[in-house]
């Protein structure tokens, strides 16, 4: 074997262009009259840009080579023994040119596979297209940086699947029925067998991903349900990760192997659910291969336009999400990177109290902030969850992980945990399938009649505060004898009470002008953050106790609806009599 890839390597490096293709993955064309371009005209700025884009698609490319270099010698010298050639005879030129190049074209094929540069028609289309004029250019660069890679990675997720099943069996009747008809020489039996070997491989990983959803490892893509979603968030799971001991590590990045996995996870979390229909499962399992595909570009560009309102139309939103891809693309992720590293705080918010396009301007502004080492501790805020915790380093060690993490691992990690009252919250969602008692993000209310959209400071505040609340008051309210006799979802009217007071008190705690709406929390208000405030337990035992109450009016409430529907069923019985 080491002989003949000793020759093998020799002639990649005399054939290197033909085993490349005409093509490599970042750029659409390798001749030299495109290498020669230089994408940024500026004689002083563009001249450090130029020289940073040549250093970093030389970079890139070598590594690339690297790659395919390996992946051709090993398929060269696994094909040429399996047809019983040796070195002697490869030195000797005793293995006939026409064997040399069909198994080069094999070798070269598989290791472009291998590495996502093999020829794409829909990757080639984009680019004629892209290249029509300077407008289509901004548009499809800004939606689609990169064309080839991505769209070769959702091949090979396909490919990798139980859909090269149904392809190998496809080939196999209809190949033998056009041979027996003597329209073609022969089957291609090679293929057939690639495709089977790609389809029982994505099946084997399609199943692994169903049982390692249900032992509750694996984490598919998000629920549909925002509220859900920002509590697991909030308690540091993930979508498309995996979860051990404690902790979770996104695997969205290991695509296309990934596409199989998360596919069978979503194929098992719709089957758990009711009243779901064969094509929303097909659905369901369609998202993890857009999703991880390096194609979640398309994906925002298409989404967008669900998040139009009165200040911003689809379209608008739509040409919003293209500019902001675009013009994002000049702020390298190293340096967001970098950013991230040297702030004592892991993430920053982008919010602002601005709406239409001025929303949208200052937004992309902070997005570019953000990215810039020690200018976003001056002009962000750090970003707070659903219950105002943030992610700070405190210790020396915490700033080592933060750069493992950000150059290093190619995933996100976070520890799975959450406070007492997100434990409380989450284990009532699970139970009762309600999740109307969730707290939600808060980014306007009205303040005298009148819509008031919260400032970056007060927008940080509310979070903090209501998280404060929450885990001061809800596991003293959740601890007590008649809240854990009650069922589950009895609980979950409860907590939807607690969430109503919650925000009803921290509107009034941010912006003082605001009126209180319910009776109990001015009461409460009174009580807590009044002339006279209570405080420590004394605190505790009125917010006991007024929730004690409202679980009372609930379950009498409940009762009597439960009487009242047994009389009515009751009635049609004795009429029958």
């Not at 019983?84 to 005879?89: C, P, R, V």
């Not at 929303?359 to 501790?377: C, H, M």
Request: with cysteine.
């Amino acid at each position: 074997y080491k002989a003949i890839a000793k020759h093998v390597a020799r002639f990649y490096d005399e054939h290197e262009a033909f085993v490349k293709g005409e093509s490599n993955r970042y750029d659409m064309t390798t001749s030299n009259i495109e290498a020669a371009k230089k994408p940024f005209k500026n004689r002083f700025l563009g001249a450090i840009l130029n020289a940073i884009y040549e250093f970093n698609s030389n970079l890139l490319e070598k590594a690339d080579l690297w790659f395919i270099k390996g992946h051709f010698v090993r398929q060269f010298t696994h094909a040429l023994m399996a047809k019983g050639y040796t070195a002697e005879q490869l030195k000797n030129g005793e293995v006939p040119a026409e064997v040399l190049q069909k198994i080069a074209e094999y070798a070269s094929n598989e290791a472009q596979k291998a590495t996502f540069r093999d020829a794409n028609a829909a990757a080639t289309m984009l680019n004629r297209i892209e290249n029509m004029n300077r407008v289509t250019k901004v548009a499809v660069s800004a939606i689609m940086p990169f064309k080839k890679t991505p769209m070769n990675i959702l091949r090979r997720g396909i490919e990798y699947s139980p859909v090269s099943l149904i392809t190998g069996v496809y080939k196999t009747i209809s190949q033998n029925v056009q041979k027996s008809k003597g329209r073609i020489k022969s089957v291609d039996t090679a293929g057939i067998i690639n495709d089977f070997s790609q389809g029982l491989t994505g099946s084997m990983i399609f199943v692994l991903g169903v049982w390692l959803l249900s032992e509750g490892i694996l984490k598919a893509g998000d629920d549909g349900d925002d509220k859900k979603q920002n509590l697991e968030e909030a308690m540091g799971k993930q979508s498309y990760s995996i979860e051990i001991g404690g902790e979770s590590f996104t695997l969205d990045w290991a695509a296309p192997l990934c596409m199989p996995l998360f596919a069978g996870a979503e194929f098992a979390k719709a089957l758990q659910e009711k009243e779901i229909s064969p094509l929303q499962v097909l659905l369901r399992m369609s998202d993890p291969v857009l999703e991880t595909s390096m194609m979640s570009g398309v994906l925002d560009f298409l989404s967008s336009g669900k998040y139009a309102d009165g200040d911003s139309g689809i379209l608008q939103r739509m040409v919003q999400s293209a500019i902001s891809s675009y013009v994002l693309q000049f702020f390298p992720t190293a340096m967001g990177a970098a950013a991230r590293v040297m702030d004592e705080y892991e993430s920053r918010t982008t919010r602002t109290d601005k709406k239409g396009d001025a929303a949208f301007w200052e937004r992309l502004g902070r997005q570019i902030i953000n990215k810039i080492p020690y200018a976003r501790q001056v002009f962000n805020k750090p970003y707070v969850d659903l219950f105002g915790k943030q992610e700070k380093k405190e210790k020396p060690i915490d700033y080592a992980l933060s750069v493992v993490k950000n150059t290093v691992i190619p995933g996100y990690i976070t520890s799975v945990s959450g406070t007492k009252s997100e434990k409380i919250l989450y284990e009532v969602m699970e139970e009762s399938k309600e999740t109307k008692f969730i707290p939600g993000f808060v980014t306007k209310f009205n303040v005298n009649k009148k819509p008031h959209t919260l400032s970056q400071e007060e927008y940080y505040n509310y979070h903090v505060m209501r998280g404060e609340w929450y885990e001061t008051y809800l596991p003293e309210v959740a601890s007590e004898e008649w809240l854990t006799d009650l069922e589950a979802d009895e609980q979950a009217i409860v907590f939807e009470s607690f969430k109503d007071i919650a925000d009803d008190l921290t509107k009034k705690r941010v912006i003082p002008e605001y009126d209180l709406r319910l009776k109990r929390s001015k009461y409460l208000y009174r009580m807590l953050y009044g002339d006279e405030p209570v405080s420590g337990q004394e605190a505790v035992n009125v917010v006991k106790q007024i929730f004690h109450g409202i679980a009372l009016s609930e379950l009498a409430k409940k009762q009597a609806a439960e009487e009242r529907t047994k009389l009515f069923e009751a009635e049609p019985a004795e009429e029958a009599e």
